[in-house]
């Protein structure tokens, strides 16, 4: 099965029989329906109605992403629904056994942040000193949230959680070829072409996310962590937290060390303010980015190797699990 990406303006997009044909200037790429399982789009693309038909008919799953990369919205054809799994949900949320889901799921985020530093310490040889550092506060904090005696407060978490991302990113920059001068996260705008590449890879996470959640059964505004805040598909961004490192952050360190970007692959955002993807670097990122969402790896609690967007699929569910029958058995994805 296959993802098909649009980023490009002016694509126009419309139905031969069976196949969509694709057009840029002048140029036609037709790919066959009952290949496509996943379409991400950016502004600018203009789908025929007949093309929205045969998406709603065929259930093939249509995410829009804003240009900065950010989630916009899905297309959204009829579903089964779970009244049970949303009734527990709601149920769950602002309850103590809903902030110990959190706990677990934040967790897992910090273990993998954990992980993928220690990865660099090791091909480093363990000699610079920042990188052990924020190895071992991520070590201490990930202990605190292994209290299951001692749930944590929204507060507790939050607090933990930040001085976690403030270390890893400390440490992620030694990551980072020298030439890209990665500094510290920053998000609207991304102050730079590195933040440019994680915010871009954490908005195609967090739609991929949303789509996974309604599938799951969830209703993706609800969430543990996130809660409640407005607008927000706050349960996306629980679910998301653990494959931030796993996905996102693995590709941006990819593609960098890839060399197949410059920093003519980026541009100013409109405001002037602060760095966005160029066209050729969506491209080179995307296809990065889905390399790891297809990537097959073991998947423990099944005992096969599964791609990662369907292990994707499988957390959630088990969150959902936890959900209906009120048990704290989850266990967050793992990298070593």
């Given at each position: 099965?296959?993802?098909?990406?649009?980023?490009?303006?002016?694509?126009?997009?419309?139905?031969?029989?069976?196949?969509?044909?694709?057009?840029?200037?002048?140029?036609?790429?037709?790919?066959?329906?009952?290949?496509?399982?996943?379409?991400?789009?950016?502004?600018?693309?203009?789908?025929?109605?007949?093309?929205?038909?045969?998406?709603?008919?065929?259930?093939?799953?249509?995410?829009?992403?804003?240009?900065?990369?950010?989630?916009?919205?899905?297309?959204?054809?009829?579903?089964?629904?779970?009244?049970?799994?949303?009734?527990?949900?709601?149920?769950?949320?602002?309850?103590?056994?809903?902030?110990?889901?959190?706990?677990?799921?934040?967790?897992?985020?910090?273990?993998?942040?954990?992980?993928?530093?220690?990865?660099?310490?090791?091909?480093?040889?363990?000699?610079?000193?920042?990188?052990?550092?924020?190895?071992?506060?991520?070590?201490?904090?990930?202990?605190?949230?292994?209290?299951?005696?001692?749930?944590?407060?929204?507060?507790?978490?939050?607090?933990?959680?930040?001085i976690c991302a403030r270390s890893y990113f400390a440490g992620l920059r030694h990551w980072i070829p020298?030439?890209?001068?990665?500094?510290?996260?920053?998000?609207?705008?991304?102050?730079?072409?590195?933040?440019?590449?994680?915010?871009?890879?954490?908005?195609?996470?967090?739609?991929?996310?949303?789509?996974?959640?309604?599938?799951?059964?969830?209703?993706?505004?609800?969430?543990?962590?996130?809660?409640?805040?407005?607008?927000?598909?706050?349960?996306?961004?629980?679910?998301?937290?653990?494959?931030?490192?796993?996905?996102?952050?693995?590709?941006?360190?990819?593609?960098?060390?890839?060399?197949?970007?410059?920093?003519?692959?980026?541009?100013?955002?409109?405001?002037?303010?602060?760095?966005?993807?160029?066209?050729?670097?969506?491209?080179?990122?995307?296809?990065?980015?889905?390399?790891?969402?297809?990537?097959?790896?073991?998947?423990?609690?099944?005992?096969?190797?599964?791609?990662?967007?369907?292990?994707?699929?499988?957390?959630?569910?088990?969150?959902?699990?936890?959900?209906?029958?009120?048990?704290?058995?989850?266990?967050?994805?793992?990298?070593?």
């Amino acid at each position: 099965m296959t993802t098909l990406y649009l980023t490009e303006p002016g694509t126009v997009v419309q139905c031969r029989n069976a196949a969509l044909a694709v057009t840029l200037d002048g140029r036609s790429r037709h790919l066959r329906l009952a290949e496509l399982d996943l379409i991400v789009i950016s502004p600018g693309v203009q789908l025929t109605s007949v093309v929205l038909s045969r998406l709603f008919d065929r259930g093939i799953e249509t995410l829009f992403i804003q240009k900065n990369g950010q989630f916009r919205g899905r297309l959204q054809p009829s579903f089964a629904t779970n009244p049970t799994l949303r009734l527990a949900q709601y149920q769950s949320v602002g309850t103590a056994f809903g902030l110990q889901l959190a706990q677990r799921l934040i967790l897992a985020k910090v273990q993998n942040q954990r992980a993928l530093l220690q990865r660099r310490d090791r091909i480093t040889g363990r000699q610079i000193p920042e990188l052990a550092i924020a190895i071992d506060t991520l070590r201490t904090h990930s202990q605190m949230l292994q209290t299951p005696n001692t749930p944590l407060s929204r507060d507790e978490l939050m607090g933990i959680e930040g001085i976690c991302a403030r270390s890893y990113f400390a440490g992620l920059r030694h990551w980072i070829p020298d030439e890209w001068s990665f500094g510290d996260r920053s998000r609207q705008p991304p102050a730079d072409p590195v933040n440019a590449l994680l915010s871009w890879g954490y908005g195609v996470l967090s739609a991929r996310m949303f789509a996974i959640a309604v599938q799951a059964g969830f209703d993706p505004y609800l969430g543990f962590f996130h809660a409640t805040e407005p607008y927000r598909p706050n349960l996306v961004l629980d679910l998301m937290e653990e494959f931030r490192p796993t996905i996102v952050d693995q590709a941006v360190i990819a593609t960098l060390h890839s060399g197949l970007l410059t920093a003519d692959d980026f541009e100013p955002s409109p405001d002037g303010m602060g760095v966005w993807l160029g066209k050729m670097g969506k491209k080179v990122f995307l296809a990065q980015l889905d390399r790891q969402f297809q990537k097959r790896v073991r998947y423990a609690p099944q005992n096969r190797r599964l791609a990662m967007s369907q292990i994707m699929l499988e957390q959630a569910r088990w969150v959902g699990r936890c959900i209906v029958e009120q048990t704290l058995n989850y266990g967050g994805f793992l990298i070593r």
